[in-house]
């Protein structure tokens, strides 16, 4: 006997939302308030199979993006001669890039894109580029972490952890996953469960992520045929003892259930639905503390989190790539193959030119530190684009999957706010991104939203961005400022 794929979910469902555990700890949850609940959770689980649910998943990459040119002028003024000079992220309006900057409210299909940015040119057409926002003050420096996900006032949740409390319908093992890696500052972690420096504990080992997501099969040993259910069942064995006739009755009739389950988990393999294979990673507890396998440690955590939501265990993430000011030395293989240059380094002190030992060499060594992270997260939108959709199978997972890429800092080397990175990839079909009709994608300066203005112009709060993402997850945030328009189809 197989178990179904909307059975095992239920029983996911029941871990993510405390039954299994509330049941282990001796608390009785069999009232009819309870088993209803749980029956929805399975009907809801099992509808989640018909019909496409927008995901989103939240990647902040450490230390700037590179916004500005290398003698720190903004790219609306006039381009540097020497290409090598220009910017690396915000994509051009033709060669030289004048017109892009200098008209707020630009909207351009098939931009062209800067060095940095050109690393994702094979996920181009799902792409809409964003300029124009910034943090709630000028120069946050390295404590942009504090921020980068919530309103200007840090009064609330970060967005990520809003939109998985507040998702209509959602049975799931984790709201809201919080993943990445960090190798210095961990305590500079961008999510947070309320206002204030309530920051979320973020998992970094992939493995352990894995068991969080994935208990039905994490749990089962591989010697000796415990299983996951076990302590539970032990608890509630022992509160037969005290119960009336009438309680003992029902609760042998849940036991039954329970032992059905497990019965059917162990007589045979799980049915997977479409894309949905919750297989370990490769992943070696040593590489955690190995600069040189850091990447190795992200793509299994990218991987894990990709099954996560081809499987339906989640529809909301945050990926943290790096801590601000991380000064602990990562090995530049951009590419994780050896194809580009290869050095081991401070990405920090890279990141503000600090490291080489003249301008070229300086150059070359930040604009590859930044290709690093950049490709740390091109591999997440790989194993998206490879998965197929829970819902819509013949959909790509990236179809239905919102990737929103930021920072801390706009650039590492003056520690600015201004002019944050910003581009979202996917999400074209449940969350109607406008990535235009030209198939080259789509850039777009919203400086003419604007709500703050200083001698940079005209921006946009990244608060406001949080407030449309979540409204196109269905979701108020609660957040002070007004969407922005122009970014989802039938949004603004």
């Known amino acids: ?44 689980l099992k509808g989640a199979l018909q019909g496409g649910k927008p995901k989103v998943v939240f990647v902040i990459l450490a230390d700037g993006l590179g916004t500005l040119n290398l003698n720190n002028t903004t790219p609306d003024q006039e381009a540097p001669s ?24 630009l909207d351009v299909e098939g931009p062209l894109l800067a060095m940095l940015s050109s690393e994702l040119e094979p996920y181009r057409s799902r792409s809409l580029y964003i300029r124009g926002t910034s943090l709630g003050t000028n120069y946050e420096a390295h404590s942009g972490w504090t921020s980068c996900l919530r309103d200007n ?27 990445g890696h960090i190798t210095h500052n961990p305590n500079f ?13 973020m998992q970094s080992n992939p493995h352990r992520l894995f ?63 479409p894309g949905c294979d919750p297989t370990l990673p490769e992943f070696e507890q040593s590489w955690l503390e190995d600069h040189k396998r850091r990447a190795d440690v992200l793509a299994a955590t990218s991987s894990v989190l990709a099954t996560a939501l081809a499987c339906g265990a989640t529809r909301v993430a945050t990926f943290q790539v790096g801590a601000s000011s991380e000064n602990q030395a990562i090995y530049f293989d951009p590419y994780g193959d050896g194809s580009g240059p290869t050095f081991t380094d401070n990405a920090h002190e890279a990141a503000h030119h600090n490291r080489g030992s003249g301008p070229d060499e300086k150059r ?27 819902d819509v199978p013949e959909d790509s997972l990236l179809d239905h999957t919102l990737v929103v890429v930021t920072s801390e800092l706009s650039d590492g080397r003056p520690e600015t706010s201004l002019d944050m990175p910003l581009v979202m990839i996917g999400g074209t079909r449940s969350h109607g ?56 189809r039938g949004i603004g």
């Open 189 to 201: 972690r961008v999510s947070y469960s309320g206002g204030g420096t309530a920051i979320r504990d």
């Open 433 to 488: 991104l406008n990535v235009g009709n030209s198939n080259n994608g789509r850039f777009i300066h919203i400086g003419d939203q604007g709500d703050r203005s200083d001698w940079l112009g005209e921006h946009v709060s990244l608060e406001r961005i949080w407030t449309t993402v979540a409204q196109s997850m269905g979701v108020a945030s609660g957040y002070s400022l007004p969407p922005v328009s122009g970014i989802f």
């Open 82 to 105: 020497n290409p090598n000079d220009r910017q690396i992220w915000h994509p051009w309006d033709g060669e030289v890039g004048n017109n892009s900057y200098r008209s707020l409210g």
């Open 364 to 390: 070359i060594m930040w604009q590859q530190s930044r290709v690093w992270y950049v490709n740390r997260l091109k591999t997440l939108l790989d194993d998206l684009a490879r998965h197929p959709d829970p």
């Open 153 to 179: 006032n840090k009064a609330h949740a970060s967005i990520d952890h809003i939109i998985g409390q507040k998702l209509s319908n959602y049975a799931a093992t984790q709201k809201a996953v919080f993943c």
């Open 211 to 273: 068991a969080s997501l994935f208990p039905d099969q994490a749990g089962r040993s591989r010697s000796g045929g415990k299983h996951v259910f076990d302590p539970a069942l032990a608890d509630l064995r022992e509160l037969k003892e005290g119960m009336s006739p009438r309680e003992r009755q029902k609760l042998e009739s849940h036991l039954d259930a329970i032992e059905q389950v497990q019965n059917d988990l162990d007589g045979g393999p799980v049915e997977p639905g």
């Open 1 to 44: 006997m197989s178990i179904s794929v909307s059975r095992r979910r239920l029983l996911l469902g029941l871990a993510a939302a405390g039954g299994l555990g509330a049941l282990g700890a001796g608390a009785y949850y069999l009232n009819r308030t309870s088993l209803a609940r749980w029956a929805v959770d399975g009907r809801e």
